[in-house]
């Protein structure tokens, strides 16, 4: 029973060009997201987060919509670089903090071409 | 000066042999978890510990038991080791519960069983 998925196990881009990162959900007690980003051999980063009382986040270049009617958030890097090239992963809460219980999704490898 | 940290980071064991996998954080968080990442790439929960008490306890085979001498340590040990025990274990940590913040991931430890 897979809550939190992303689709597309990997991603190419070209370097200055727009990375796309998709995430969907199932559970509509989800109310907090987070992107980490994870290196070969290292733990996962954390890189933005949003609650779902917001569509939008922003932080330098990389942005995280939620769009929760359809269950489904995005993370957007523009520009990309190859710095980026890692493995992406969408995480979920639903309890409030209560005990800061992370969902994940399979990871993304994203790889921008220099 | 490594936030959160976990040895080793390798690990070769036979089956049936019994291994422990240490944790520290210097971070001064309350919340420490132990996170299974398998070969599917799957990052699960496994436990959680808030100042040393046991707050989250996945379905997870009992001859796995976390430790928690304090609360800047989660020892994770593991008896009568099995194939399907191979994984990368993580290790992380957060701020006190009530709020979701994100958490702190230690470098992992490749656990292969043989």
């Known amino acids: 029973d897979q809550q939190v998925k992303q689709n597309s196990p990997s991603l190419s881009v070209q370097e200055g060009r727009i990375s796309i990162l998709n995430c969907d959900y199932t559970?509509?007690?989800?109310?907090?997201f987070l992107w980490y980003k994870k290196y070969p051999a290292e733990g996962p980063t954390f890189l933005i987060s949003?609650?779902?009382?917001?569509d939008k986040n922003e932080d330098g270049r990389f942005t995280v919509f939620l769009n929760k009617s359809a269950k489904h958030l995005s993370l957007h890097i523009v520009p990309s670089q190859p710095g980026d090239s890692a493995v992406y992963f969408c995480?979920?809460?639903?309890?409030?903090?209560?005990?800061?219980?992370?969902?994940f999704g399979t990871g993304t490898l994203l790889a921008v071409q220099p | 000066d490594t936030a959160v940290s976990q040895t080793p980071k390798y690990l070769v064991t036979q089956m049936g042999n019994d291994k422990s996998i240490k944790c520290e954080q210097n971070?001064?968080?309350?919340?420490m978890y132990w996170y299974k990442q398998d070969s599917k790439k799957f990052l699960k929960i496994m436990f959680s510990?808030?100042?040393?008490?046991?707050?989250i306890n996945e379905t997870v085979p009992n001859r796995f038991s976390p430790k928690s001498p304090d609360k800047a340590h989660l020892n994770l040990h593991i008896n009568s080791l099995e194939l399907g025990d191979s994984a990368v274990y993580f290790c992380?940590?957060?701020?006190?519960?009530?709020?979701?913040?994100?958490?702190?991931f230690g470098q992992g430890t490749r656990l292969t069983v043989v």
């Open positions: 992380a940590s957060s701020q006190a519960r009530g709020a979701v913040t994100e958490a702190f």
């Open positions: 559970n509509s007690m989800f109310d907090y």
């Open positions: 949003i609650s779902s009382i917001k």
């Open positions: 995480a979920a809460n639903g309890d409030g903090g209560a005990t800061n219980k992370l969902i």
């Open positions: 971070l001064g968080h309350d919340t």
């Open positions: 510990y808030n100042n040393k008490e046991l707050i």
